[in-house]
């Protein structure tokens, strides 16, 4: 990463907002998304946020709708969205840019290989 790619539209340290790009799921992704414009390291994790997590939401609401299984099918869903809630935010705090296997491949290619 660029020194120049360090500065974030908040003044705070890159790794911090990246961070907060996973505070509240895929809102706050999509806060992050819109607002920074030009660190990529804090882009890349704000969209990956709102993939992840935007895609466990509606996987979330269509299994709620079938009757039992739907109910085992969530209490999974949330346990995987604990502990990915947790990772992701550690490895973006420890300034890693670290990509999930399908999700992290589509976001490189929404951003495009050069950030």
């Keep these: 990463m660029a020194d120049e790619n360090k500065n974030t ?3 705070i340290t890159e790794n911090l ?3 907060l790009c996973y505070a ?3 809102v706050t992704g999509l806060v992050f998304l819109l607002v920074e414009q030009k660190n990529a390291f804090v882009r890349f ?5 709102l993939v ?8 979330s609401f269509v299994s709620g709708l079938i009757p039992v299984l739907g109910m085992l099918l ?13 990772i992701l935010m550690i490895k973006a705090y ?6 999930l296997p399908v999700v992290g491949d589509f976001v ?6 050069k950030q």
């Design 9 to 11: 539209v908040f003044g």
């Design 17 to 19: 907002e990246a961070l």
């Design 24 to 26: 509240f799921g895929w």
């Design 45 to 49: 994790h704000a969209l990956q946020s």
């Design 52 to 59: 992840t997590f935007l895609g466990l939401f509606i996987v």
């Design 74 to 86: 969530n209490m999974l869903i949330f346990l995987l969205g604990v502990a990915l809630w947790i």
């Design 94 to 99: 420890k300034g890693e840019r670290f990509k």
């Design 108 to 113: 490189e290619q929404q951003l495009g290989k």
